[in-house]
C-alpha cells in the first residue's frame, strides 16, 4: 500500500530530527579530535624515546635485577590491557580491537591470558564472548587522564611484581589518521630489550655507556615514570582514534540522511501530483455526469 503524504511528511521531519543530532555529535567529535590529536602526535616522539632510554638502561647493566626490568625465565601468565571507548556509535572502532584481543588470546592460549579493560564497550564485549575480565576502567578524559593512568600504572606494577603476571601487555588503537586506526599491542613489562639492530645502533652512538648514580637507583627513579607515560600516552591515541572514528561515522550517517531525505521528497512529490491528479478525475468525473 502506498503512503500517503501525511506519512512521508513524518517521516521527513524525524529523519531531519536525528539528523539534527548527528550534525551536532560530529561537531563535537571534531573539536575534541583537533585537542586529542595535537597531544598524540606531539608526545608520540617523546614516548618512543623514552622507551629506547629505557631499553638501553636495561642493555648497559652487567647483571638486570630490577624487578621491574628483569624478563621472567618462563612465561605463563599474561595480562592484556584493552583500551576501547565507554560509547558507541563510533563505527568498527571497538570492533577492531575486540578481534585484536581475541586474536592475542588464541595465539596465547598455552598461556593463561587475563583482561583489564579501559572502556566499558571493550568490557561488555569480552565478557559476553566469556572471556576473563580481571577489572574494567573508564575512560577518563581530560585532567583526569593522568590521575587515573597513574592509578592503573600502580596496579598493573603491583600485579607484576606479585607474580600475578609474568608479562602485561597494552592494546590500543594507534592513530594514523582521521580514516586509519590501527589496533596496536606492545609489551609494557618488562620493559621488552632491544633487538639486534636497536641493540647495534645504540653501540655506534654510545661505545662508553656510564650509568650514574647506580642502575638500581636511575632504574627507581625511571621506571614508574616511564610505565605511567606509556599508559597515559596509549589512552591518547586510542581517545584521538575515537573521535576521528566517530566523527566519520557521523559524517557518513549525515550523508545517508541526506539521501534518504531527498528519495523521500521525490517520493512525496509523486504521491502529491497522484492525490492531485485523482481529485481532478474525480471533478471531471463529476461534471461530465451532471451534463448528462
Not at 583482561?115 to 576473563?132: E, F, N, P, Q, V
Not at 632504574?219 to 589512552?235: G, K, M, N, Q, V
Amino acid at each position: 500500500m502506498a503512503e500517503s503524504t501525511k506519512e512521508i511528511l513524518r517521516r521527513i521531519k524525524g529523519i531531519k530530527s536525528t539528523q539534527q543530532i548527528t550534525k551536532a555529535m560530529e561537531m563535537v567529535s571534531a573539536v575534541k579530535l583537533n585537542r586529542v590529536r595535537t597531544q598524540a602526535e606531539n608526545s608520540r616522539p617523546y614516548v618512543d624515546n623514552m622507551q629506547q632510554m629505557m631499553q638501553a638502561l636495561c642493555a648497559s647493566a652487567e647483571e638486570l635485577s630490577h624487578p621491574l626490568l628483569s624478563p621472567k625465565e618462563e612465561v605463563k601468565r599474561v595480562l592484556l590491557v584493552v583500551v576501547t571507548s565507554d560509547r558507541g556509535l563510533c563505527g568498527t572502532f571497538n570492533a577492531n580491537v575486540v578481534n585484536a584481543a581475541k586474536e592475542f588470546i588464541k595465539e596465547n592460549e598455552d598461556k593463561e591470558v587475563t583482561l583489564l579493560t579501559i572502556g566499558a564497550k571493550g568490557h561488555d564485549a569480552l565478557t559476553r564472548m566469556g572471556y576473563s575480565v580481571l577489572k574494567t576502567v573508564n575512560v577518563p578524559w581530560g585532567d583526569g587522564i593522568a590521575v587515573e593512568m597513574k592509578k592503573v600504572s600502580t596496579l598493573l606494577e603491583e600485579t607484576f611484581l606479585s607474580m600475578q603476571a609474568d608479562r602485561v601487555c597494552l592494546l590500543y588503537s594507534r592513530f594514523e589518521n582521521v580514516l586509519k586506526y590501527v589496533p596496536t599491542i606492545v609489551q609494557y613489562l618488562p620493559v621488552p630489550s632491544l633487538n639486534e639492530e636497536e641493540m647495534r645502533s645504540l653501540l655506534k652512538l654510545s661505545a662508553d655507556f656510564i650509568v650514574e648514580p647506580t642502575f638500581d637507583e636511575v632504574a627507581d627513579f625511571l621506571a614508574p615514570r616511564y610505565l605511567e607515560t606509556r599508559l597515559y600516552h596509549s589512552i591518547i591515541e586510542s581517545l584521538a582514534s575515537e573521535y576521528a572514528a566517530r566523527m566519520v561515522s557521523m559524517r557518513n550517517a549525515n550523508d545517508n540522511a541526506e539521501e534518504v531525505i531527498e528519495e523521500l521528497n521525490l517520493t512525496y512529490n509523486k504521491a502529491r501530483q497522484a492525490s492531485i491528479t485523482t481529485e481532478l478525475i474525480d471533478i471531471i468525473g463529476g461534471v461530465e455526469a451532471l451534463k448528462g
